[in-house]
């Protein structure tokens, strides 16, 4: 055995001694374990590595592969058998760079310094990998995607580029000093740091955020598109005039002017997404802004009253007007609009020109239609209730339903008073069909009518 492959061996049996389940990989450039004969539950016979994935090899395993000198590779099975292993792997250097620049600015720093200082290495195409512990492991997962550029695609179906992915449970990584016939390229994995008697034991918490982080580096367009911006709460009708009290609030407002006002902190801001801290959390971060591009709010902390945001499903998140919602009405849609509408969001009421004489209120000109007439028509009380409603209903551009009901009832309005006609972005509903009502909340003409 030359000393080279002494060395390999030495490293193995150290990589055993850390408690690692040692496979070296073939020497076919595949990057894949090597195999051996076994019998599933089954009872059939197999050949595959799936043994060591519940079981670690043994050290007359380890001393058997290498003895003959021809193994230039070094491998560890990950997961449980391996005391929790886990494979962070960045397969584009520009994106490990910006992760590590966006971790000092969110606090998570020395998290990633430990983890780096424990043990990395450095991948024959220029990625780099993370290896250390933790009581909770998963499968493996792509964390980070981007499409592949037309200049980038060597076959028709290599659409997609991983950017930031894990080797957890039936994962399996190759570590340096691996080379020649075990990658395809013969070039060779360089340690960067620390050994495998070094790797870290990071909690479960300390995982979530860096999983979190690194799907903030995710660039695949969703899958399911997003809603537009302007929602409308279930149960209100928007009208077909202007825009409604929830798109002009979210129109006219900013993140900051939502989030900040309960407490929240932005983080950091690299580029055009933010990432905000909630209140009474003075490191890492809870949720991002303009995440995937979208002008949307996404949480991913249980701990803030907000539904968290599945990065591998949907992203949609929040528009700010469903923050905003959440945040001071309890997630209550329509008391937001509502709040909203009598500060001024939503469509401007326009003046009614009433110059040809009196006139019924837009909700009642279908029954009575416009009355041309004088004052000299109404008696002093008349003009009294008609004044005392409309100045109720021109108070705010969104009257109470008292003040609605009272207008809608009054038969006329004078020419001399003022009179704005509401728009409204939500149009009352008929309690008996559902359909358009009249104003209270009171029945349709037809419902009426039956």
Not at 129 to 135: E, N, S, V
Not at 187 to 209: C, F, K, N, Q, S
Request: hydrophobic letters at 35%.
């Amino acid at each position: 055995m030359s000393g080279a492959d002494a060395d390999m061996l030495a490293r193995a049996i150290a990589a055993y001694e850390a408690g690692l389940c040692v496979v070296p990989p073939r020497q076919d450039g595949s990057k894949m374990p090597v195999a051996k004969r076994y019998v599933d539950e089954a009872g059939a016979e197999r050949h595959g590595w799936k043994p060591w994935q519940q079981e670690r090899s043994t050290l007359e395993e380890i001393r058997r592969w290498y003895a003959l000198g021809t193994r230039t590779g070094l491998g560890f099975v990950c997961g449980e058998v391996s005391g929790g292993l886990e494979l962070f792997e960045f397969d584009c250097r520009r994106t490990f760079e910006a992760f590590k620049g966006t971790a000092v600015e969110l606090g998570m720093g020395e998290l990633v310094e430990r983890i780096e200082a424990g043990y990395s290495s450095e991948t024959p195409g220029g990625g780099v990998h993370y290896l250390y512990r933790c009581a909770t492991v998963a499968g493996n997962t792509k964390l980070a995607r981007r499409p592949t550029r037309p200049e980038e695609m060597d076959e028709p179906d290599d659409v997609i580029r991983v950017l930031i992915e894990t080797r957890g449970e039936g994962g399996y990584t190759v570590e340096a000093p691996s080379h020649d016939a075990v990658h395809p390229t013969g070039r060779a994995y360089r340690p960067l740091r620390g050994a495998v008697d070094t790797i870290v034991t990071i909690t479960p918490d300390e995982r979530r955020h860096l999983w979190a982080l690194a799907e903030t580096f995710d660039e695949m367009p969703d899958s399911a598109p997003t809603a537009p911006i302007e929602t409308v709460p279930t149960g209100v009708r928007p009208t077909v005039t202007g825009l409604t009290v929830i798109g002009d609030f979210n129109a006219r407002t900013t993140w900051r002017e939502i989030l900040e006002a309960h407490g929240w902190v932005l983080a950091s801001e690299p580029g055009v997404m933010g990432y905000w801290r909630r209140p009474g959390k003075d490191r890492y971060w809870s949720a991002t802004t303009n995440f995937g591009g979208g002008d949307r709010l996404c949480v991913f902390s249980s701990s803030t009253g907000f539904k968290t945001t599945d990065t591998q499903g949907s992203k949609a998140g929040y528009d700010r007007f469903g923050a905003y919602a959440l945040l001071n009405h309890g997630d209550d849609a329509k008391a937001a609009v509502r709040e909203l509408g009598g500060r001024g969001y939503g469509p401007k009421l326009p003046t009614l020109d009433v110059s040809d004489g009196w006139c019924a209120p837009p909700s009642r000109r279908s029954r009575h239609g416009r009355r041309p007439a004088t004052v000299s028509t109404f008696s002093e009380t008349d003009l009294a209730v008609a004044r005392a409603s409309l100045a109720a209903f021109a108070a705010t551009p969104w009257p109470s339903p008292a003040a609605m009901t009272a207008v809608a009832d009054c038969p006329v309005l004078p020419r001399d008073v003022p009179v704005r006609v509401p728009v409204l972005d939500v149009a009352p509903m008929c309690p008996l069909c559902d359909g358009p009502g009249l104003p209270g909340g009171r029945a349709c003409d037809p419902c009426m009518a039956t």
